[in-house]
């Protein structure tokens, strides 16, 4: 079983729509869950990171653990055409390793 | 606002050559990790280093890798005769300190695409 498992896409929505990004992963010791941008070409940049279950909110974004089902998820309300890039959900595996997924690409349209 | 810097932004090189990717991490940053990412795939943690050791590697990192901090700014990743699949773009990456006591924001560079022909 993969450690951390993320549907590719593509996802598109037209602007204005929630946008919801999930990932599952395996090891119930995780505790430090994030989510990354990365705009082609560029290198991840952090969006948010949560420790343990619960959601954290900044803007328009929200980032959910559930620790009882293993699932992280971000969601993304009034998406814009800027938001447009690949979605990496991560978790920290020990004190210095990140462990990304496959990244979800999403497109919103004009 | 401060930043990781990579140098090459594109290295193409012939299968069997060594190559060094350069990075310079954030000033006053200490944990320097690198990743790699084939194209269309996720990516990969590679190794962490801190005081001048390896923190920790990933089965990628084999013989044919080496990471140094010849000086106080850089921070260097060599690939010592590299092999077709090898190419990718390399990201280095820096915290201001490490461990599980609270989250350090890794910092990414822009990355280095390697090409091996």
């Known amino acids: 079983q993969k450690e951390v498992e993320q549907d590719p896409g593509p996802l598109s929505v037209p602007e204005g729509a929630i946008v919801s990004l999930n990932c599952t992963y395996s090891n119930s010791a995780f505790q430090y869950f994030m989510w990354y941008r990365q705009y082609s070409r560029k290198g991840p940049e952090l969006l948010m990171y949560t420790y343990s279950s619960g959601n954290k909110e900044d803007g328009r974004f929200t980032a959910q653990v559930d620790k009882s089902s293993k699932y992280i998820s971000l969601f993304i309300r009034d998406s814009q055409p800027s938001d447009s890039a690949t979605y990496l959900c991560a978790i920290l595996s020990g004190g210095f390793k990140t462990i990304f997924g496959a990244g979800t690409r999403l497109f919103v349209k004009a | 606002e401060p930043e990781v810097t990579q140098t090459p932004s594109h290295q193409v090189t012939q299968m069997g050559q060594e190559v060094i990717l350069r990075c310079v991490p954030i000033?006053?940053?200490?944990?320097f990790y690198w990743y790699r990412q084939i194209l269309g795939q996720k990516v990969e943690f590679l190794v962490s280093f801190y005081n001048n050791e390896i923190s920790e590697k990933s089965e990628i990192f084999d013989d044919q890798f080496s990471v140094e901090r010849p000086d106080g700014s850089n921070f260097t990743l060599k690939i010592r005769s590299t092999k077709l699949e090898d190419s990718a773009m390399y990201f280095c990456?820096?915290?201001?300190?490490?461990?599980?006591?609270?989250?350090?924001?890794?910092?990414f560079g822009p990355g280095t695409r390697l090409t091996v022909l």
């Open positions: 000033s006053n940053h200490l944990y």
């Open positions: 990456a820096t915290t201001p300190t490490g461990g599980l006591s609270s989250y350090n924001e890794q910092f």
